[in-house]
Nanobody, 125 residues
Framework: QLQLVESGGGLVQPGGSLRLSCAAS????????ITWFRQAPGKEREGVSC?????????HYADSVKGRFTISRDNAKNTVYLQMNSLKPEDTGVYYC?????????????????WGKGTLVTVSS
């Protein structure tokens, strides 16, 4: 059974950092494009960052997080991470990890085939 489990969310002050983890079971993350999406209250879901499978070895970031967030993959642990620095209140939302067999604009920014249940990030003083 393919499963994605996010962890690492929580409450952090503006300017702080968090590292989100996305652990996979039932499949190998390295074969998929992995995207972090987020949904803020009252807003549409957006793709924050994605990492391609090892064939393409590419990463992408939304303009709103470039220079602050870093996505990475640990194949030995079958886990993808999202390091979030210099957090802002507008980064608040539920962060979802998603996997798709294709490497595409769709998979990186709009939609994916497999989803985790999400982890809440709250940036507030």
């Amino acid at each position: 059974q393919l499963q994605l489990v996010e962890s690492g969310g929580g409450l952090v002050q503006p300017g702080g950092s968090l590292r989100l983890s996305c652990a996979a079971s039932g499949f190998t993350l390295d074969d998929y494009t992995i995207t972090w999406f987020r949904q803020a209250p009252g807003k549409e879901r957006e793709g924050v960052s994605c990492i391609s499978n090892s064939k393409w070895d590419s990463t992408h970031y939304a303009d709103s997080v470039k220079g602050r967030f870093t996505i990475s993959r640990d194949n030995a642990k079958n886990t993808v991470y999202l390091q979030m620095n210099s957090l802002k209140p507008e980064d608040t939302g539920v962060y979802y990890c998603a996997a798709d067999p294709d490497y595409s604009v769709r998979a990186c920014y709009y939609e994916a085939t497999y989803w985790g249940k999400g982890t809440l990030v709250t940036v507030s003083s």
